[in-house]
């Protein structure tokens, strides 16, 4: 006889046998003893967690010729034992998944026409019923709806809401839950004895967490594993090299350079992992379960019987916990839960992957206000460390140091500027004597009230917030404003070309000196008297010898 797969040969003959269902169980167990059966049923939850199982028991159930008190199955009457063998014309099972079309479902309403020839009920099972489209089962409404007496309909299926809500609405709807972790465990125990195969009970524990709730993927795991080490023990260390997956241990150094931000280090054990075989998508997401365990470790002391892991690598994993900032964990599981979905479809994925520990080690390459967060912190932990190596002693030094260097810079008085020396040098005795004319005809318009009320008292008080500098052609004046008090106000209306204040002012000067003069405005800058163009020439005494 050929082999027959671990989850085929231990499918569950009666009710007892089915694991992690009690609710439901229960309540398909009062219907049978209480002959308050339903026509239709809607089987719903995640592969693996026995919904097709169910279904097959309770149509052997419902047509047993000697059912039990409890409401099992005899196991022991030709139509439970033709429904075991699979060749009951009571029990239709149907894959929706091809058998989906309006023809599928016209033929169903055809044949319920006709009643069983062997048992009471007529079962149909349709498996993986959301990929029945709204047509096909339009077809088949009436029928679901007022079924003969002797049909019962069981929809098995993942996506409960692919299913038109009016066949919904005309069904009883149990929600199959992920199995628990022990649960599976125990069930893996009592088949392994069954098979007198052995095992550990770590071994055992973590095929158990990789089925994810499935029964069914459970099996198939333990299937893989005692085919590859056939004949030998089952270990934990077998368990993980069969598997492609990677140990804890493993997953506390990667997260220890992460956290110190070796980048080559961190590259060095994903090179390692590649070179051994590991499959990279089940890193990915062993790594992301490794950081959410992490977190829970930070968020409160009374989570280990969540994580199942050992002592040894709890007290591994808190030390490590201890050396992470919650923000930053949180960030990389962003990064490592973005990866999963890119590493579905890249056709590098080593290359995808080694990116995404880079973005870790390295923040900065990370616009996500996270990473930038992540990149202060770090920040302000190198200024600590530097604050903390540096002696208290030499510190206060260099602070007084300081505080010497500032006092003496404001003892020296600024060096005088001999403003005289550079017009001299600078300017002809003719520019000399225009520039001066100039000056105190503008000193003039700031302070003589006949000279103020032509151009405007306002207005003319704001040239005493003016500097008179040279122009660059010698000639011209620059009037400088300074950029606090009223510089800003007067600047603005001496410059305004919407304004006459200007021209009104080089009109004056001409009426006083005889002389046209170009005049322009500026901010005050901080550069120093150096330059002839920088200049104040109101400091500037022009009762100077001129030589002819």
């Known amino acids: 006889m050929s082999y027959m797969a671990l989850y085929r040969k231990w499918r569950p003959n009666e009710f007892e046998e089915v694991k992690g269902q009690e609710h439901i169980i229960t309540t398909l167990k009062n219907q049978v003893l209480h002959d308050r059966l339903g026509h239709a049923y809607a089987f719903c939850g995640t592969r693996g ?12 159930t419902v047509n047993c010729e000697h059912r039990l008190e409890d409401g099992s199955p005899c196991n022991q009457c030709p139509s439970c034992q033709a429904i075991n063998a699979g060749n009951s014309m009571n029990v239709i099972e149907i894959d929706a998944a091809t058998n989906n079309g309006i023809d ?42 007022e079924p003969p007496p002797y049909v019962i309909f069981i929809f098995a299926t993942t996506e409960m809401h ?58 198939s795991l333990l299937d893989q594993c005692i085919a590859f080490y056939l004949g030998q023990r089952l270990t934990y260390e077998k368990v ?45 997401t062993d790594f992301t379960w490794y950081m959410r365990n992490l977190l829970l470790l930070q968020a409160t002391d009374h989570v280990n019987d969540q994580l199942d892991i050992s002592a040894d690598n709890l007290d591994t994993m808190k030390q490590v916990a201890t050396r992470l900032q919650q923000e930053d ?10 990866l999963s979905g890119q590493m579905r479809y890249a056709t590098q994925k080593r290359v995808v992957l080694e990116l995404a520990i880079i973005k870790l080690c390295t923040p900065q390459m990370d616009s996500h206000e996270d990473a930038i967060l992540d990149r202060l912190r770090t920040l302000e932990k190198k200024v600590e460390q530097s604050l ?27 060096p005088d500027i001999d403003r005289e020396k550079i017009v001299k040098r600078e300017l ?27 151009l405007g008292v306002s207005t003319s008080s704001l040239l005493q917030e003016a500097s008179i500098n040279i122009g660059e052609d010698r000639q011209s004046i620059v009037l400088s404003f300074a950029d606090d008090g009223k510089g800003p106000l007067a600047y603005q209306q001496f410059s305004d ?20 003069v170009k005049i322009s405005c500026q901010i005050k800058n901080n550069l120093a008297e150096t330059n002839i163009s920088n200049i104040n020439l109101n400091k500037v005494n022009f009762d100077i010898m001129i030589e002819e």
């Open 49 to 60: 967690t026995g919904k097709t199982t169910v279904a097959r028991l309770f149509a052997k």
């Open 329 to 338: 964990l949180m960030r990389y599981i962003r990064i490592f839960s973005e």
């Open 240 to 284: 993980l090299e069969v598997l492609g997956t990677i140990d804890t241990e493993v997953f506390n150094r990667l997260m220890g350079h992460i956290a110190e931000k070796e980048t080559m280090a961190a590259l060095e054990t994903i090179d390692e992992l590649v070179w051994q075989g590991r499959e990279l998508n089940q890193f990915v």
């Open 388 to 414: 903390e190596a540096l002696d208290v002693d030499k510190l206060a030094a260099m602070m007084q140091k300081r505080e010497d260097e500032t006092v003496q810079q404001t003892a020296e008085p600024a």
């Open 104 to 145: 599928n479902m016209r033929r169903i309403k055809e044949e319920v026409q006709y009643s069983p020839t062997q048992g009471r009920y007529k079962v149909y099972i349709i498996d993986e019923a959301h990929q029945i489209p709204a047509t096909a089962f339009n077809a088949l409404l009436k029928t679901i709806e």
């Open 497 to 516: 070309p919407g304004k006459p204040h200007l021209q009104d002012l080089k009109n004056l000067i001409a009426d006083l000196t005889g002389k046209e």
């Open 162 to 219: 692919k299913i038109p809500i009016t066949i919904l609405s005309r069904c009883q709807k149990y929600n199959f839950r992920r199995i628990s972790l022990d649960t599976i465990c125990e069930r893996l125990e009592d088949l392994l004895e069954r098979e007198g195969i052995e095992a550990e009970e770590k071994a055992l524990r973590y095929i158990a967490k990789m089925a994810d709730g499935s029964m069914r993927d459970a099996l």
């Open 428 to 454: 002809t005795p003719a520019q000399q004597a225009d520039m001066a004319a100039i000056v105190n005809a503008v000193q003039s318009i700031s302070k003589e009230q006949p000279l103020k009320e032509k």
